[in-house]
């Protein structure tokens, strides 16, 4: 992010010398919506926005059905992923290249949802695996990353404290850190996101496109897709990015309201049933203030009581969804976005953590 640049072929996980994440030098030109007729039902029908090609982990990731949700908003039905939750579309990427760099092992951290996707595609892709989780990460979510064969450590204390304990040990030799933070190519399988919103909509995007925000990677990768888009003539216009985060932690959204480019002062972690999103210090939060600001977008939080109604909400629509995977429901499903066009995200399971219950 300091223009530092690092060898595409490297373990190198982070700028070696700001210790910041790092960006692709990666500028595609997407397919027109005609072309897209008979290729593969995956995220991978997208091939010339991806920046690795013939993927030979895939699990038929992707295209994830799109419903509505009342009039102008509608939900995209992201927990319908092989693992049960979007993280799938960036797990892909870095299990697929991780296979190119044959690493003696594979090592990633996450709340949860990350951590599964990863065991599951280094399960596919035959790599040894190990996840680092924070102590109080959801049964369920511990139960499908060891039954994919990933070597489980189990960190004392928040997720914060997790991340540091893994990158620790991620400059380890032989070791691929497969960050779905610090990596690039997570982001550039998120934003496959927004191109199927793109295509399902034949060939236009919602006047706003609603995402949960902790570390920010679907946010990002939806800035990566509406940029390509544009750039290349598919859209005339820019849909608002509408960035949700839970008022118990939201670092970005109190940056936001201060106008600033960057975090202000420290946020405590708390307890939330949106704990996916609860990052008090995202490593991409330049990154993220700056692509909601670009978009004509603003952020959101939704109280515990907003959260646990959404979920109820969903359920009774057929919907049962995680916690954290109903934080954009509960932000808009008032009337916050007036007579705008909008596209939720339902990114996990309801299963992965069951009700939000008071």
Request: neutral net charge; aromatic residues 6%.
């Amino acid at each position: 992010m300091d223009g530092t640049r690092v060898p595409g072929g490297s373990l190198a996980w982070c700028c070696p010398v700001c210790r910041g994440p790092l960006d692709l030098d990666f500028a595609p030109t997407p397919a027109p919506l005609k072309s897209l007729t008979g290729r593969v039902n995956s995220l991978w029908r997208y091939t010339e926005c991806l920046p690795l090609a013939a993927p030979s982990v895939s699990l038929g990731e992707g295209r994830t059905p799109l419903v509505p949700l009342r009039d102008g908003i509608s939900a995209k039905l992201d927990f319908l992923m092989p693992t049960l939750s979007f993280k799938d579309r960036g797990a892909v990427l870095l299990a697929e290249l991780a296979l190119r760099l044959e690493p003696r092992r594979v090592l990633a951290d996450s709340s949860g949802n990350a951590g599964t996707a990863i065991a599951a595609y280094c399960a596919r892709a035959s790599l040894p695996c190990t996840v680092y989780v924070p102590e109080g990460t959801s049964p369920k979510k511990l139960e499908q990353i060891e039954a994919h064969g990933a070597r489980l450590r189990v960190v004392e204390g928040d997720r914060e404290a997790t991340a540091r304990a893994a990158r620790e040990d991620a400059d380890e030799p032989g070791t691929f850190y497969a960050s779905h933070v610090f990596n690039p190519y997570f982001l550039h399988g998120t934003k496959t996101y927004v191109h199927e919103l793109w295509e399902d909509l034949g060939g236009r995007l919602p006047d706003v496109i609603v995402v949960p925000v902790g570390n920010g990677t679907l946010l990002l990768g939806a800035a990566l897709a509406v940029a390509e888009l544009h750039a290349a003539g598919l859209v005339d216009r820019r849909p608002a990015l509408y960035a949700v985060q839970s008022a118990a932690v939201a670092p970005l959204a109190h940056a936001w309201s201060k106008d600033a480019d960057d975090l202000v002062g420290v946020t405590p972690m708390a307890p939330t049933f949106a704990e996916g999103i609860a990052i008090p210090a995202p490593p991409r939060a330049r990154q993220i203030l700056r692509a909601v600001r670009d978009s004509g977008g603003t952020f959101l939080t939704v109280t515990e009581d907003q959260i646990r109604h959404a979920q109820a909400d969903l359920a009774s629509r057929g919907l049962y969804v995680e916690s954290t995977g109903v934080a954009c429901w509960a932000a808009v499903r008032e009337g916050a976005l007036g007579e705008r066009s909008a596209v939720v995200p339902l990114c996990g399971a309801g299963l992965k953590t069951g009700p939000a219950r008071a």
